[in-house]
Each structure stands twice: as structure tokens, then as C-alpha cells.
């Protein structure tokens, strides 16, 4: 990143006017921006469908055999034969490795973030992403406007040998809101909407573990940990770069199909501006009901609520569901899939 400006306190002040006094000074990255994290990974599997793939959920790797030409990985779906196979799978990336190839390059040490999301009205208070001096540990508390129309402040980073399970902690939150607030003294009046927490495939060093096993016709992209979205393009175009230098011709790559994913930015129009779209269903974030039907007819229906959610931001406003939670379980009645049934391609 070589276009980046230092700003001396004045300057900040000048374009980020809510921002504490206490500032010294600021770098300005003109490059950096947000994006949807959900519907970005969305597109990116959409896409690849588009083109033949499959994809498999709630098929666990159980294990695999390489006879020299081929894989056979054994699945909680079942079994799966594939030429090459390229191990992404984030907190469980050393697990496949060990199951796989009998041993794991490195070890997953799983990172926790909390976050607070603040309501509507905090946007009007920043215009930029907020990031405060990194230290060894983490890059600090982040203070940003979402592309939903939301400010968020986060996250924390806390170490923990638990995969599966990501709390939040009053205390922790209350923290968070106290750093938020120290960087813009405003958010002091502001109500939070919600709070939520991930992990990062952290490991036990800090760089990304790139392990190519060319012979063996294997490729593993872990410890990714929280810059997955921003470098996956990057990931992917190094990926193929490496797989390309393997014991088989790659084929050329076709035309792109492109496969646009529906939009949820506050920035561009919004399904309810576009006229028939029949009622809106979820307040708050002026969801509709044709936005709704249209997910259960995509390529890449949900599979549950969180799925639904996601897709479309309904329940995820103000109320959190209080209000819509009733009528869209009715519309999502008999559309999930039942474990004994699920589809390929459902979450």
C-alpha cells in the first residue's frame, strides 16, 4: 500500500469531524473500504456453481487415501473422489491435515472477537474506517460504518481452545463500547442494536500456512485468521498459480459466468424501491416478501434461519426478529431442509 497520506490533527479533524480531540495524528489509506461479508462468499460459491461445482455441507471429513493418481476422501456424506484437493477449512484446517496426510503442518489456535453494532443513527457521526494503532496482539478496536447502514466497534481478541462455540461477555461489551466511545465521544448516546462474536483461524504463527504438496496432489490455505475476506481473491489466484506447477495440465479457464448475488448495501437501490415487490415483511431493514421467495429459488437456497437472515438482513434490525420472527417462520414453513433430506447445496 504505497498511496497512503499523513494527516496532522487538523486535517483529521477536518474530515472526521466527530472524532476525539485527543487525536495526534492519522495515516490516510484512500484504498480501503467495506464490503458485505456475506454476500461476497455467497457470490464467490454461486459462481463457482455456475461453472459445475457441487457443494457438500454437513459432510465432515472423516479421512483419506491418495493411490498415487487420485483422493478418496471419506465424508459424513459419504465418499468423494477427486484429483487434487485443496484443504481450506479454516478452524479445522490441522484436523483435515492430520486426517488426510497422517500429519498437521501446523496447529489451529482459535481467536475470539467480539463485536457491538450500534443503531442507524451512529452512521452520521464517520464517514471513514477508524482502525487505532495496532499492537503486538491485535490491531485495536475498530470503529466503522457497516454496508447495511450500521456502525460496529470490535473486535477483541481472545485466545480459547473451543472451535465450536463463540460467546459474548457483558463485561467484554461494555468494554468495547467504553473504546468506541473514546474514540467518538458521540457514540456515548447512541443505543446498540446488537452483539455477536466469531473465531479466526489464528494458529501457532502469525503468517498464513500455505502447505503444497504437490506430489501428493494436495494444497492447504490455513491460518488464514481475520483477513480471509480481504486476501481471497489474492488466495485464490496464488492457489491456482501453484496448482498449475503440479503433475497435471490444467484446463484453460473458461469465460467467466457472472452470477450477481441480490444487493443488501445501503449505497445502492434496495429491493423495496423496486416496485411489486409485493409487502415488506421485515421493518426494521425494509426486507421483502419477494426478497424472501427469491432465496428458496436460488442456486444456493438457505438451509435454516441463520441462513435466511444472512441472505436477505431480515430480523437483524432494531428488533432483532421481535416483530417479523412469527411470519417468517410461516414463509419458511416446509422450505428448510430436514437432516434426513438435506440437499447438496443447502446450508
Known amino acids: 500500500v504505497e498511496d497512503i497520506e499523513l494527516l496532522d490533527p487538523s486535517d483529521v479533524l477536518c474530515r472526521e ?63 468423494l473422489r477427486a484429483k487434487y484437493v485443496i484443504n481450506c477449512a479454516g478452524l479445522y484446517g490441522d484436523v483435515v491435515e492430520e486426517r488426510c496426510l497422517g500429519d498437521a503442518s501446523f496447529q489451529i489456535r482459535p481467536r475470539k472477537g467480539q463485536f457491538v453494532v450500534f443503531d442507524k443513527p451512529a452512521a452520521r457521526l464517520l464517514s471513514a474506517i477508524i482502525l487505532p494503532v495496532p499492537s503486538e496482539q491485535t490491531k485495536g478496536v475498530v470503529v466503522a460504518r457497516t454496508i447495511y447502514g450500521n456502525v460496529l ?23 468495547l463500547i467504553a473504546k468506541a466511545v473514546q474514540i467518538i465521544p458521540a457514540l456515548q448516546n447512541m443505543q446498540v442494536t ?6 479466526r ?4 504463527r502469525k503468517e498464513y ?5 504437490l506430489a501428493r ?35 484453460p479457464s473458461p469465460e467467466p459466468i457472472w452470477t450477481p448475488v441480490p444487493n443488501l448495501a445501503e449505497h445502492l437501490p434496495r429491493d423495496w424501491q423496486i416496485p411489486g415487490y409485493g409487502e415488506i415483511v421485515c421493518h426494521c431493514e425494509l426486507v ?28 437483524m434490525g432494531r428488533c432483532q426478529g421481535f416483530y417479523c420472527g412469527a411470519e417468517l417462520a410461516a414463509l419458511a414453513e416446509s422450505r428448510f431442509p430436514t437432516p434426513a433430506s438435506i440437499d447438496h447445496r443447502n446450508e
Open 17 to 79: 469531524p466527530a472524532l476525539s480531540n485527543n487525536l495526534h495524528g492519522a495515516l490516510l489509506v484512500p484504498g480501503e473500504g467495506v464490503v458485505d461479508s456475506w454476500s461476497t462468499p455467497l457470490a464467490y460459491l454461486t459462481q463457482a456453481i455456475a461453472h459445475g461445482a457441487e457443494a457438500w455441507f454437513s459432510a465432515e471429513v472423516l479421512s483419506g487415501e491418495f493411490d498415487g493418481r487420485f483422493w478418496t476422501l471419506t465424508t459424513a456424506r459419504g465418499p
Open 217 to 251: 496432489h494436495w494444497l492447504t490455505l490455513g491460518g488464514i485468521r481475520s483477513t480471509g475476506l480481504t486476501a481471497s481473491l489474492g488466495l485464490a489466484s496464488y492457489a491456482a498459480e501453484l496448482l498449475d506447477r503440479g503433475p497435471w495440465s490444467a484446463a
Open 201 to 204: 483461524p489464528a494458529s501457532d
Open 288 to 315: 421483502t416478501r419477494r426478497e424472501i421467495d427469491r432465496t428458496f429459488t436460488s442456486a444456493l437456497p438457505p438451509g435454516n434461519v441463520g441462513g435466511l437472515r444472512r441472505r436477505t438482513r431480515a430480523a
Open 209 to 213: 500456512r500455505v502447505r503444497s504438496d
Open 194 to 199: 446488537a452483539a455477536y462474536a466469531g473465531l
Open 153 to 175: 466497534a470490535g473486535p477483541t481478541a481472545e485466545d480459547q481452545p473451543d472451535r465450536d462455540r463463540a460467546t459474548v461477555e457483558h463485561d467484554v461489551l461494555q468494554g
